[in-house]
């Protein structure tokens, strides 16, 4: 069914009170169940699970993947199939709606957890305590949705913004419950089966599963004399390095060193097959060119050169060269260049984000008072009060000010400054994210981070949890603007969905906190966690590593860089303009990414291989099929979300089951 929706002209010269009365005329489904026990209980569920994933992504690649589609895809499946056994009803479409809504906001809670706060614990030595974790992250997110409705007023009721990505839900919506179950049904049957093959492979690979499965519960080594799990290996090119040990063969260098050490190995890593696949091949071949600059180009000529050697670390022990090595001695601040000038040049060609904003800054003030004055507002009933943001904000601000002083260290004078550029940043993304579904928050966050820098630079505090708090604030707010539009496609109540938008707060803070200790501060024997093991050959950290560069950066200088360092700073700001600059004249068709070429320079070169490859097949294989209404159109097509999905579920689970089985079995 076509959904209803305003022309240009009457959105261009109906008052928001007209738009308003139309939408409850014509729209509004007040009397269909939306925020039920049942969508709250699978949101909270879903959303943790989802939770679980990003973190898991999040930690191996920097990228934190949104799930709206696939939260709807799930739940549609999961509750048609429960309807066909006669065990439930069907969810209605504002319940399935309220479930996807409640499992981003849960999924984006991860963010701070690969970002800010994994910066602020590697560059400080300081493990931050769960429940402050907690408390600052829930405040954040409370004050993004605090800060958000104001403005869903504005750039939903008013504006009528396309804010694409959730239009997209909301169209998906619309077809799976008028005619088009069977689709979503196939689709849901894609992502099932490549989720089944994911995990089946991931267990595979995975020393601690095959532990406890051949081990402890089979007990095969008390026959078979086994000492080791037998695994298969997850780096394909372990198989000829054993053999070129047994027989003596060629052992690839690059100018003398081992590419093992430069990190160039291959990996069938299916979770990043599915990210490839998710990112598309622009950012995946941008990726990909970082990863070959870097590690098979410029790494191995600062290693002859000595400005990346061997370091002598505690008790005497010489750490030798490897990936992470090169990253942290000479690599990431090129990267960090990369992607920070790529980010806010790429801010810059879209100037409609800043005109938008501007605009909505001037007229937010009438507009809201002649609501607060006693004008009639025909949807008080189902709108959260405006009073709620006038009062909340205020006091979440201030209670945002506290936090990062008491449990982070920041001056009382910049945590109060920086408020009001977190929440002018936050209208930006709002907008950004409105017109084009992408939210800056990488370049709004370093705004932030170099404005609070500039003015303290000894304290890497105070530039990295102010910049944090804008990247949660705008996150959060836009998050759920993108997820009130499909419901205000859809005819659902906007207070209700703001109530889900906290449950999937809670859902997120509840499963990443406890998993984040689990897999990255596991203690030793002796109980005491570290730091040092946030970041791994497994788990590189690249959005953290970004953050802790240019915070390193601020404290430093570049003065006590290499000049080979500062060399290669400055080739990449270059080179960084002229990309964007590119991308810009050619309207996005210029086929390489700034933003992306620097997270190549920071992931593992093995990771960046594997999106690569899953970005290839599915471009590829999309090409192969591009015939609408042809099976391998809607496998390879159509289907290119839910399997991506698949294949991300499947082997994060697995992998997080095997990375606890680990800590846990001695």
Not at 150 to 179: H, S, W
Not at 309 to 333: C, D, K, Y
Not at 488 to 514: C, D, E, N, W
Not at 599 to 615: D, I, K, N, T, Y
Request: with cysteine; charged share 15%.
């Amino acid at each position: 069914m076509a959904l209803l929706q305003l022309s240009s002209e009457q959105i261009r010269e109906w008052t928001r009170a007209q738009k308003d009365e139309w939408w409850l005329g014509n729209v509004y489904r007040g009397n269909v169940p939306q925020l039920t026990l049942r969508s709250g209980a699978t949101g909270f569920f879903l959303g943790g699970a989802l939770a679980a994933t990003s973190l898991y992504i999040g930690s191996k690649t920097g990228v934190v993947i949104g799930a709206g589609l696939t939260s709807v895809i799930l739940s549609f499946a999961l509750f048609r199939l429960l309807h066909a056994a006669g065990w439930a009803q069907d969810l209605t479409i504002l319940e399935n709606n309220c479930t996807q809504s409640i499992a981003t906001a849960a999924g984006y809670m991860v963010s701070p957890l690969v970002a800010s706060l994994s910066a602020y614990m590697l560059i400080t030595g300081r493990i931050v305590p769960a429940w402050q974790m907690a408390v600052w992250m829930a405040l954040l997110a409370f004050l993004g949705v605090l800060v958000a409705f104001p403005m869903k007023r504005r750039f939903i009721n008013e504006d009528q913004l396309p804010f694409p990505e959730g239009r997209a839900c909301g169209v998906v919506l619309d077809a799976l419950y008028t005619g088009s179950a069977a689709a979503g049904m196939f689709k849901a049957r894609l992502m099932g089966l490549s989720t089944l093959a994911s995990a089946t492979y991931q267990l595979l690979i995975s020393d601690g599963w095959m532990k406890l499965l051949q081990l402890r519960l089979l007990r095969m080594d008390a026959w078979a004399g086994w000492k080791e799990p037998w695994t298969l290996h997850e780096r394909l090119d372990t198989y000829y390095y054993n053999a070129a040990a047994k027989f003596d063969l060629y052992m690839p260098r690059i100018l003398g060193t081992d590419v093992r050490q430069l990190g160039l190995r291959v990996t069938l890593d299916a979770a990043l097959v599915g990210v490839g696949g998710l990112v598309g091949i622009r950012v995946a071949s941008s990726v990909m060119l970082g990863a070959i600059v870097n590690f098979a180009l410029l790494a191995p000529i600062m290693i002859t050169r000595g400005d990346i050697v061997a370091r002598i670390g505690a008790g005497g022990a010489v750490i030798p060269i490897s990936r992470a090595e090169i990253v942290n001695q000479w690599s990431l601040w090129w990267g960090v260049t990369m992607m920070v000038i790529g980010s806010l040049i790429g801010l810059l060609g879209r100037p409609e984000i800043f005109s938008a904003a501007i605009r909505s800054l001037r007229t937010k003030v009438s507009v809201d008072s002649a609501l607060v004055t006693g004008a009639p507002d025909p949807m008080r009933k189902i709108e959260l009060p405006l009073r709620v943001s006038f009062v909340g904000v205020p006091i979440f601000c201030a209670l945002g000010a506290a936090v990062a002083h008491a449990f982070f260290g920041v001056p009382w004078l910049l945590a109060v400054l920086s408020l009001p550029l977190i929440l002018v940043l936050t209208v930006i993304c709002v907008n950004s994210t409105a017109l084009t579904s992408w939210t800056p928050t990488g370049a709004m966050s370093k705004i932030t981070q170099f404005t609070m820098g500039a003015i303290d630079r000894a304290n890497p505090a105070s530039n990295l949890i102010p910049a944090g708090m804008t990247a949660e604030v705008a996150l959060n707010a836009a998050n759920l603007l993108s997820d009130i539009k499909p419901g205000y496609m859809l005819g659902a109540k906007p207070r209700q969905q703001a109530i889900g938008h906290v449950i999937g707060v809670f859902s997120g803070t509840l499963v990443s906190i406890p998993l984040f200790f689990l897999l990255f501060l596991p203690p030793d024997h002796d109980g005491v966690r570290s730091t040092a093991t946030i970041v791994s050959e497994q788990f590189s950290f690249p959005g953290a590593m970004q953050w802790k560069g240019v915070a390193e950066i601020i404290a430093k200088g570049v003065g006590a860089l290499p000049s080979s360092a500062v060399a290669a700073m400055i080739g990449a700001a270059i080179a960084a303009v002229l990309i964007e600059s590119a991308v810009i004249l050619t309207r996005g068709r210029f086929p390489l990414s700034a933003v992306s070429i620097g997270l190549g320079v920071v992931l593992p070169p093995e990771a960046s291989l594997a999106m690569w490859a899953g970005a290839m097949l599915f471009w590829g294989m999309g090409r192969r099929h591009s015939t609408p209404g042809t099976r391998g159109n809607e496998i390879w097509k159509e289907g290119c979300e839910p399997i991506c999905a698949g294949l991300i579920t499947g082997s994060a689970l697995i992998g997080i089951g095997n990375a606890i089985i680990n800590v846990l079995l001695p």
